[in-house]
């Protein structure tokens, strides 16, 4: 098969289908790894890649179809056949095809499941019936599993029999009669000692084995296969029954799911789940607008503060050309300070029992940083030219500006480190302490801790 841009090969494609050519479409779908051929497939309409897709073996078609965009295989399952797509949903992973379930109508769910074969139809419910965001919804049920006291040889021959209908068979899960995991063994590990035949899987298998509950917090899973660098993790209730398991690729998904919220979060506006193109525009802008107009009016202190050191601010005119110089030092480290605190969280390295050392840490980091910007205001303020400096001493000036940064620089590091614990101690979302909302507040502040400080020095 060439390797033509998709965009040349689509009128070669609609040419097959419109000739209903079975063995050139069959090729097609055969001759390049699954993820090319979705390719290639892009910009077809989904009753076309259905059309190719249905000259392909169940396994191949299956294979295909998981790399399509979500918009397109929603498109195909509530619009194709249902026969059809009811034998597709039996060939697809456990929780892939409850992923695209719970995007379908209710009505064509309904319509579905009868079509499924009846052990796949009594995972999909038991899968779908765990909380959104759990390591149940995650997990798929389709894992290598082994009995206690097998020998290597049978072993191998039952995992013969496995391996077709799983995701992954690296690692290998041990359990006992009533389903409890007892231990984990690596497939590497299994055919190494495929020259003892005899020896039991018991003696191979690591017992030490890193699990995660049915209905841990999808982050927590996330952090857990990050740590231990695993390929997948088991599934477990809280007897230690084996559930199912988490492949590292679901958990790669998950892990760019929550960045991305995050990223949204921290440029003050809730996720947006669709393309950006594709997005509604009236969606679009409730979503950016919501949050935008939030820290408008929260700017409104920030103009009664102003307000309030009227009298400072005529009295000695060069103190209001330093305020957005002085007050972005404040939001410029808090949102510093903020960011690096809501990853530590997100990655796990800091949680809500280390809040004292990260405010001893930061509140040293603070002063540090302070000092460094202080320094150079101190600088600014005393070479400013006489005559917009009008009576005021240039040492004094410059004084009233470096400690204004180093204080107001040390308060927006400390409330930017501590916003995003206050805000997951309250059961929010870390990211709403986002960037434009620490940086609003520090103004707002600011504001004050520079008036006052030049009250005390130069009026």
């Not at 409850?98 to 009505?107: A, G, N, S, T, Y």
């Not at 049915?214 to 029954?241: C, F, G, M, T």
């Not at 410059?398 to 480190?417: D, H, K």
């Not at 709403?432 to 130069?458: E, H, M, N, R, W």
Request: net charge negative; charged share 20%; aromatic share 8%.
């Amino acid at each position: 098969m060439p390797a033509l841009p998709n965009t040349l090969y689509l009128p070669e494609l609609r040419e097959m289908l419109a000739e209903n050519n079975t063995a050139e479409l069959e090729e097609f779908c055969t001759a390049l790894h699954p993820a090319r051929t979705a390719e290639f497939m892009e910009g077809l309409t989904s009753a076309e890649a259905w059309a190719v897709l249905r000259n392909s073996d169940r396994a191949t078609r299956a294979s295909i179809f998981s790399y399509f965009d979500r918009e397109k295989q929603l498109e195909i399952v509530e619009s194709a056949d249902r026969a059809e797509v009811g034998k597709l949903l039996a060939e697809l992973p456990a929780d892939d095809r409850v992923d695209i379930l719970k995007e379908v109508p209710h009505e064509a769910v309904e319509q579905l499941l009868p079509l499924v074969p009846p052990r796949a139809r009594r995972d999909i419910l038991r899968l779908m019936a765990y909380k959104e965001g759990t390591a149940g919804a995650m997990m798929t049920t389709g894992y290598a599993r082994l009995s206690e006291g097998l020998t290597v040889k049978q072993a191998l021959e039952e995992l013969g029999q496995q391996a077709e209908h799983l995701e992954t068979i690296y690692y290998v899960f041990v359990v006992d009669a009533e389903e409890h995991l007892r231990g984990v063994v690596t497939a590497r590990k299994m055919i190494s000692a495929i020259g003892k035949p005899s020896e039991l899987i018991d003696d191979l298998m690591e017992r030490a084995v890193v699990s995660v509950d049915v209905n841990d917090d999808q982050e927590l899973v996330a952090q857990r296969v990050a740590k231990y660098d695993l390929h997948a993790i088991p599934v477990v209730d809280h007897e230690h029954h084996m559930l199912g398991i988490i492949t590292h690729d679901d958990v790669t998904d998950v892990a760019a799911e929550e960045a991305t919220e995050d990223a949204y979060r921290m440029a003050a506006m809730q996720p947006i789940e669709e393309n950006y193109l594709a997005a509604p525009f009236m969606e679009v802008w409730r979503k950016r607008s919501f949050w935008l107009l939030c820290l408008f009016i929260a700017q409104f202190l920030t103009f009664t503060a102003m307000t309030f050191f009227e009298g400072e601010m005529k009295a000695v005119f060069v103190l209001s050309l330093f305020v957005p110089l002085v007050i972005s030092a404040g939001g410029n480290s808090g949102s510093q300070a903020a960011t690096l605190i809501t990853r530590a969280m997100a990655l796990g390295h800091v949680g809500l029992r280390d809040w004292l050392s990260v405010l001893y840490h930061e509140l040293l980091m603070g002063m540090a940083l302070g000092f460094t910007l202080g320094l150079a205001g101190f600088v600014r303020g005393a070479i400013t030219s006489g005559v917009v400096r009008e009576d005021v001493n240039r040492w004094s000036l410059g004084w009233v500006v470096g400690i204004a940064v180093t204080g107001i620089c040390l308060w927006g590091t400390v409330v930017g480190s501590m916003l995003p614990m206050i805000f997951k101690r309250l059961g929010f979302d870390p990211g709403y302490a986002s960037t434009p909302f620490v940086a609003t507040f520090v103004d707002v502040t600011g504001i004050v801790i520079y008036f006052t400080i030049a009250k005390v020095y130069l009026l």
